[in-house]
Nanobody, 123 residues
Framework: QVQLVESGGGLVQAGGSLRLSCAASGRSFNTYAMAWFRQAPGQEREFVAAISQSGRGTDYVDSVKGRFTVSRDNAKNTLYLQMNDMRPADTAVYYC????????????????WGQGTQVTVSS
């Protein structure tokens, strides 16, 4: 199992930027595909972005393409999500997740989760 801790959330105005981090500990970080999900009040958890073990493969939900960038630093055991041109619709609790196989888009395929970090975008 890998333990995950998110940080970097906060309040930002529309059009602004934030960078989320997810620090991993435990089993070798570079053996996990990683992802970011988000969940707004009253809504289901939504896939945001994912990245392969090497970092060469990525995937994004259409609503964040061109605005968000997922990356990882395997030497630092850390996953990142750079969020630019943010919108009120991006407001949610953001979670990082780890999979031992592939960078899936379904939350059920991820076995390890962080506690989440709140992101609020004001209009």
């Amino acid at each position: 199992q890998v333990q995950l801790v998110e940080s970097g959330g906060g309040l930002v105005q529309a059009g602004g930027s934030l960078r989320l981090s997810c620090a991993a500990s435990g089993r070798s970080f570079n053996t996990y595909a990683m992802a970011w999900f988000r969940q707004a009040p009253g809504q289901e958890r939504e896939f945001v972005a994912a990245i392969s073990q090497s970092g060469r493969g990525t995937d994004y939900v259409d609503s964040v393409k061109g605005r968000f960038t997922v990356s990882r630093d395997n030497a630092k055991n850390t996953l990142y999500l750079q969020m630019n041109d943010m919108r009120p619709a991006d407001t949610a609790v953001y979670y990082c997740a780890a999979s031992t196989f592939y960078y899936y888009v379904r939350p059920g395929n991820y076995g390890s989760w962080g506690q989440g970090t709140q992101v609020t975008v004001s209009s």
